[in-house]
């Protein structure tokens, strides 16, 4: 056993001046091979970026708060986007902060506004350089007289595309989270029960959708079923034009396919989100925006 001490202790020294080398490359910056190469290589910036620090939202009556706290008013205070009040915890209030959003968010949205009108609106963003920009847009264009005054599906992408090209022109990396529309349909079959909201309905809420709201003949099932093809039709090119640009984030239809009950819809016409249904809004918002990854 003794005999074969020496030659243990000299195995040993071997081995540890091989560490030792192999250490010593790696203290003083010399070619270590790929392990070094990946210690000392930055992590990439993600495109996305899951908490941005000032938001500017753009859109209609809905993300104006109309109807939600009184009848044919906006209340912007509780708008998903950029509201304030606390049962509602909007998008900006969930990102930001409650001071955070009071400070850093601003709401270019107009009631009665189509999609041709999101350009302007954009415009009107773009000096506050606001990091991410939220889009609810496109009721108004199938809430119209008739159905054969529907915005067309080709001039809803063109005016779209000028509005993220309005965008891009000035602030390349904003963010944009883009809502779906939503589904008009579900809105009406949900408020026609009400006798309050159906009068209120006669001033001129969605004619298209809303009009006779009790007819259930051929032709009022017909004129429905046409508005609810042009929405959808709307959507596939708000998630086409979206897909396009690396800082876009379309919602997957989530605002479409949510289930709107009577407890989210204003108890003024019966058709707008109530308080409830912006709390909805803006937890969908909220999950788009600060997902890992993008709904498919």
Request: net charge positive.
């Amino acid at each position: 056993m003794r005999k074969r001490r020496p030659r243990s202790r000299a195995v040993l020294a071997v081995v540890a001046a091989a560490v030792l080398g192999v250490a010593g490359c790696d203290a003083v910056g010399g070619d270590s091979g790929p392990a070094a190469t990946r210690r000392s290589s930055p992590s990439p910036t993600p495109t996305w970026d899951r908490s941005p620090d000032s938001l500017a939202a753009v859109g209609d009556s809905i993300t104006r708060g109309f109807d939600a706290c009184s009848v044919l008013s906006d209340c912007p205070e509780v708008s998903w986007a950029t509201g304030s009040d606390p049962k509602v915890k909007s998008l900006a209030v969930r990102l930001l902060g409650t001071d955070g959003a009071a400070k850093r968010s601003w709401n270019y949205a107009v009631t009665g506004a189509r999609m041709a009108d999101l350009p302007g609106q954009m415009a009107k963003a773009v000096p506050r350089k606001p990091e991410l920009v939220a889009v609810m847009a496109g009721a108004n264009d199938a809430c119209t007289s008739s159905v054969s005054t529907m915005t067309s599906v080709a001039r809803f992408r063109a005016s779209f595309e000028e509005a993220m090209d309005t965008l891009r022109a000035s602030l390349p990396k904003a963010q944009v989270y883009v809502s779906s529309v939503p589904d008009l349909k579900r809105l009406w079959s949900q408020g026609r029960g009400n006798p309050l909201g159906k009068q209120v309905w006669k001033l001129g809420i969605c004619p298209s959708m809303l009009g006779d709201a009790d007819a259930l003949d051929a032709s009022a099932t017909s004129r429905r079923a046409k508005v609810q093809k042009r929405v959808v039709a709307y959507n596939e090119v708000l998630r086409e034009v979206c897909a396009k640009d690396e800082r876009c984030r379309f919602d997957g239809d989530a605002v479409f396919d949510y289930r709107f009950g009577t407890k989210q819809l204003s108890h003024w016409d019966w058709f707008h989100p109530s308080t409830n249904g912006q709390a909805r809004l803006a937890e969908i918002a909220y999950r788009t925006v600060t997902a890992r990854k993008p709904t498919a």
